[in-house]
């Protein structure tokens, strides 16, 4: 390129850093910033993003706090999706805490959470067993304005099914079917087993038929569902 008479510029160090940072290749990835400015060009808010995005994913938080320097030092803030690669990272790592801090930090920063920054703090609070903070979330992003969609209602609905509140889960995926959302394998398989279990095989096979009309493939797993619960009830000609 350079042979060319062609000089690189911000969007071919973004595409090369880019493509270092999902081969795993951090440390070169940072080399490419540093030869970017000593090029003469400036690296912005894309650049930097890409590289907190990788690092938040391997958890190298020293480094983010350094990379985070850097930005603040040449009058770089954060936007919206920089602070949700922040937010997944440390939800994704259980501190759970440190996220709802930075989201407190964000709005006061003038920067509005999105769905993404919404999902990832409920994603971080299910998986740490705190349901009631998790639907009082729910119930916030809501009155901000915040549209739930498919990962939102899919991540409370599985939380609800593994501490076995199954009817919950059900009423939820009601309201999720009702805002025009649709249920992944994951909770279908699980409502399909809650049903099964409470001897309700007519309405599992009836949320059976729904999956597929869905498009959703069923997996071993759902038939396997389906036929324990048919031959618990002597269906053997269903099964």
């Known amino acids: 390129m350079i042979r060319n008479g062609c000089c690189p510029d911000f969007y071919t160090y973004s595409i090369i850093i880019n493509g270092l940072c999902k081969a795993g290749r951090l440390g070169s990835a940072r080399q490419v910033l540093s030869k970017m400015e000593s090029q003469f060009c400036k690296p912005n808010i894309v650049t930097y993003t890409i590289l907190i995005d990788a690092f938040c994913k ?116 009601k309201e999720m079917v009702f805002h025009g959302c649709s249920l992944d394998i994951v909770s279908y398989n699980g409502l399909i087993k809650a049903l099964c279990k409470d001897g309700e095989v007519e309405k599992a096979m009836e949320m059976f038929e729904n999956m597929t009309e869905k498009g959703i493939k069923p997996s071993n797993f759902s038939y396997n569902i389906l036929i324990n619960g048919l031959c618990k009830l002597r269906r053997w000609n269903l099964a």
């Open 58 to 173: 391997v958890g190298r938080w020293e480094e983010i706090e350094v990379i985070l320097e850097e930005m603040s030092s040449k009058g770089l803030s954060l936007n919206t999706v920089t602070y949700n690669c922040l937010v997944s990272g440390l939800c994704k790592g259980g501190n759970i805490k440190e996220a709802m801090e930075l989201i407190k930090r964000m709005k006061m920063e003038g920067c509005k959470p999105d769905i993404f920054t919404y999902n990832s703090l409920l994603y971080g609070l299910c998986k740490n067993d705190q349901i009631k903070e998790a639907f009082q979330l729910y119930e916030s992003l809501l009155t901000e304005g915040v549209v739930a969609n498919n990962v939102t209602y899919n991540s409370m609905i599985h939380a609800l099914l593994n501490k076995g509140k199954w009817q919950d889960a059900m009423d939820l995926a």
